[in-house]
């Protein structure tokens, strides 16, 4: 009696299995169909489905594709943030000497990296007032800031570590922005 329940189990398995193959196959063709143009009461016509199957089919196929490019995406950018932090990281001895490039890399370094965290514009301004160069007490500030900033990174691994998600360096530690 109990071999006879397994059997029964194994192949209602078998035939779900099988049910869930058929609707990937079915989805996929109503894909295909979709992309060459054809009406979803076309599309129905030719799988042998309800109208409203195929456009079920159809809406399945489509949000499962942007899940997975919305998944890749996000992978993408984590990638992009972690080279950007590395990088912070790596300008830390050149920016603490006065290196005025490493300065300015660290800015586009943070300019990208809000980008990528979607945070609010902020207008770097590399210039005194009316344009002229930045008086020698305000680099010297601006180098001791941006140290402190690359400093607290390699504290924590990487930069931004405890700034709280979604700030950028220059944001936690109250750099200048208007």
């Not at 941006?146 to 607290?152: I, M, N, Q, R």
Request: charged share 30%; hydrophobic share 40%.
């Amino acid at each position: 009696m109990a071999t006879a329940r397994k059997q029964k189990a194994a192949a209602k398995s078998r035939s779900g299995s099988a049910r869930a193959s058929a609707k990937v196959i079915r989805q996929r063709k109503a894909i295909e169909l979709k992309v060459q143009g054809l009406s979803i009461r076309e599309i129905a016509v030719k799988l042998g489905v309800t109208k409203s199957q195929a456009h079920r089919d159809v809406e399945a196929v489509l949000a499962y594709t942007k899940e997975e490019s919305a998944t890749i995406a996000e992978l993408a950018r984590k990638v992009a943030l972690e080279q950007i932090d590395r990088a912070i990281v790596s300008l830390a001895k050149r920016i603490k000497k006065g290196d005025v490039g490493a300065v300015m890399a660290f800015c586009r370094l943070d300019e990208r990296r809000a980008k990528l965290l979607h945070l609010e514009k902020t207008k770097v301004e590399h210039t005194g007032a009316d344009g002229a160069p930045l008086p020698q007490d305000a680099r010297s500030e601006l180098i001791e800031r941006l140290a402190g900033l690359v400093a607290s990174a390699e504290a924590g691994g990487t930069a931004g570590a405890g700034t709280g998600e979604g700030s950028s360096p220059a944001q936690a530690e109250g750099a200048p922005s208007s």
